[in-house]
């Protein structure tokens, strides 16, 4: 498995979509759905999101999930680390201390502060953070936009949301009414 | 797992009792037990390193590694590459494609050039392995010298690969005694 994985990946998709959102916040359903990407790992993706505070969820028939801040204060650190955890790029185990000809004072001396492989690493990790805090949903969002698509795509997936939230409000309806049918029966 | 992992981690450990190394080549378990780490996994390591062109074996029963180039052109990068192959931060699954609602024209659009999440992810991994090309074995061993570990200890590590040496010479020929008699008893 890649260090940054299919979740991020799968985050970073569906919060594009919440950049410029439909008139009613979408479910995460509907931003797997249309992605093409599997429902039930994008619920849970969105539940570390909404813990992370990057999203949150307005609830009731029409609740789905908004942004919770501005694009431009989501960087896609803020993702990788909401959806992995802050998972360290190397995981040191001190091999400097193990060597059998260690005494007291040697071990003291080669053991003190970071291990200088750990320090290489811990920068490798600093420049790649920094690389990942320097994109956000905004500027992402601004090179999606840049690609040229025709207005009519974008009126089609607004058309796709808004018809996706009428059929669960009928749904819904039918629920109810079908309960009350049955109290009736009763 | 971490995404630069334990044989990195060993490989470099041992790597540095290379830069100025005992008098006769050490043999991958040497260098294993010198830090007690396990010599099986040291060994397939140094395959590795080995086929990477870092290291070099001498054969023969005096037989070790070497360095196969200047402590100073063999970066943590390179070792990072050799042991664990070169491995991307983040595998791109080209998600963009697959919405549902993408026709012809606009598949074509939506999905030209790199995805903008995965060239993000592209210059996170060049910032971190350029980080990691910046470090070499001769400036990492230049820092365990800085440690102020005293000459003595030097010392013992050059009278522990020597005895070391000395331990397999005497079984190898304790060896060819032995099979020398079965041969003069046959």
């Known amino acids: 498995m890649a260090y940054i ?22 479910s995460s359903r509907d931003l797997a759905d249309i992605q093409g990407v599997p429902a039930a790992f994008v619920a849970k993706i969105f539940s570390k999101l909404e813990k992370a505070g990057i999203v949150e969820a ?21 993702v990788v680390d909401a959806v992995e955890g802050r998972k360290a790029l190397f995981d040191c185990q001190e091999v400097r201390g193990r060597c059998p000809l260690l005494d007291d004072e040697t071990a003291r001396l080669a053991t003190s502060g970071v291990c200088g492989i750990h320090a290489v690493m811990l920068n490798a990790q600093k420049v790649m953070r920094e ?10 969002s601004a090179g999606v936009l840049g690609r040229g698509l025709p207005a009519r795509f974008a009126g089609e997936v607004k058309v796709w949301f808004a018809e996706r939230q009428a059929a669960r409000e009928d749904a819904r309806i039918g629920g109810m009414r079908a309960r009350s049918a049955v109290r009736e029966d009763d």
């Open 131 to 140: 690389e990942l805090a320097r994109s956000s949903l905004a500027s992402l």
């Open 58 to 78: 307005s609830g009731g028939i029409r609740g789905g999930y908004r942004l919770a801040r501005p694009a431009k204060d989501i960087s896609v650190l803020d």
């Open 5 to 26: 994985g299919t979740g991020v990946e799968y985050a970073l998709h569906c919060l594009l979509f919440l950049v410029a959102p439909p008139e009613q916040p979408p």
